[in-house]
C-alpha cells in the first residue's frame, strides 16, 4: 500500500525563523511529489518535482527531492505569519489514474 | 485559468436527508475529477475519482451507495451524500483535471464544502 509520512506534525517557530518540512514516501510507482499550502479552504499548489537534486523555488520557499532516499523536503526561510498553514505533500499515482496520495500534513504556526 | 468552483461552500442538514455538493471546472474542461473528504486536522482522503462520462471509481472503504457521484459532462461533476448522517458531517473537496494536464499531473481544487449535518 502507497504511503506518504510526513514530518513535524507540527511546528511552531517566530517570524524570521527558517523551516524544514519533510515528506517521505512509498510507492509502488512514482512519477512525482507535489507540495501544497492549506489555510482555510482548499489547498493551493505549491511545487511539483519529479527529478532529483533539483531545486525548485518560489520567494522565500523551496523544495527539492531525493529519488533514491525516497523523500521530499520544504524550506521556508524568514517565516512570516501568513505562512501560517497546513502543508501537504502529496504523491501522484501513475497507475491509478494519476490520483493523489496525501500525507498528514504539517501544521506550521508562525507567531510574531 | 484553471478555476475550479464548488456550491454550496456549506451546508447543514438533518440526519437521514441527502445533500448534492456540484464540482464546477469554470474555463477548461475536466477530463477527471476527484472528490476528496477532509475531517477536522486531518489530511485530505480520496473518496473516488470520476471519469466523465463512465462511473466513478471509489476508493476502499467508500460506500459507493452512500457517496454517489456523477460526472455527466466535461464541467460538472456532482457528489449526493444519501441519508447523511453526523459522522458525514466534513469538508469535502473537489479537484479536476483536464487533458492538457495529463502530463503536468496537476490537480487544480475546489474551494470545498463544508458538510454538517445535525
Known amino acids: 500500500e502507497d504511503k506518504v509520512v510526513q514530518s513535524p506534525l507540527s511546528l511552531v517557530v517566530h517570524e524570521g525563523d527558517t523551516v524544514t518540512l519533510n515528506c517521505s514516501y512509498e510507492?509502488?510507482?512514482?512519477?512525482?511529489l507535489l507540495w501544497y499550502k492549506q489555510e482555510k479552504k482548499a489547498p493551493t499548489f505549491l511545487f511539483m518535482l519529479?527529478?532529483?537534486?533539483i531545486e525548485k523555488k518560489s520567494g522565500r520557499l523551496s523544495s527539492i527531492l531525493d529519488k533514491k532516499e525516497l523523500f521530499s523536503i520544504l524550506n521556508i526561510t524568514a517565516t512570516q505569519t501568513g505562512d501560517s498553514a497546513i502543508y501537504l505533500c502529496?504523491?501522484?499515482?501513475?497507475?491509478?489514474?494519476?490520483?493523489?496520495?496525501f500525507g498528514g500534513g504539517t501544521r506550521l504556526m508562525v507567531k510574531p | 485559468g484553471a478555476v475550479v468552483s464548488q456550491h454550496p461552500s456549506w451546508v447543514i442538514c438533518k440526519s437521514g436527508t441527502s445533500v448534492k455538493i456540484e464540482c464546477r471546472s469554470l474555463?477548461?474542461?475536466?477530463?477527471?475529477m476527484f472528490w476528496y473528504r477532509q475531517f477536522p486536522k486531518q489530511s485530505l482522503m480520496l473518496m473516488a475519482t470520476?471519469?466523465?462520462?463512465?462511473?466513478?471509481?471509489?476508493e476502499q472503504g467508500v460506500e459507493k451507495d452512500k457517496f454517489l457521484i456523477n460526472h455527466a459532462s466535461l464541467t460538472l461533476s456532482t457528489l449526493t451524500v444519501t441519508s447523511a448522517h453526523p459522522e458525514d458531517s466534513s469538508f469535502y473537496i473537489c479537484?479536476?483535471?483536464?487533458?492538457?494536464?495529463?502530463?503536468?499531473?496537476?490537480?487544480?481544487f475546489g474551494p470545498g464544502t463544508r458538510l454538517t449535518v445535525t
Open positions: 470520476s471519469n466523465e462520462g463512465s462511473k466513478a471509481t471509489y
Open positions: 479537484s479536476a483535471r483536464g487533458p492538457r494536464d495529463a502530463l503536468s499531473y496537476e490537480q487544480y
Open positions: 474555463d477548461f474542461q475536466a477530463t477527471t
Open positions: 519529479t527529478s532529483s537534486g
Open positions: 510507492v509502488t510507482n512514482f512519477r512525482s
Open positions: 502529496a504523491v501522484n499515482r501513475p497507475d491509478a489514474g494519476n490520483m493523489l496520495t
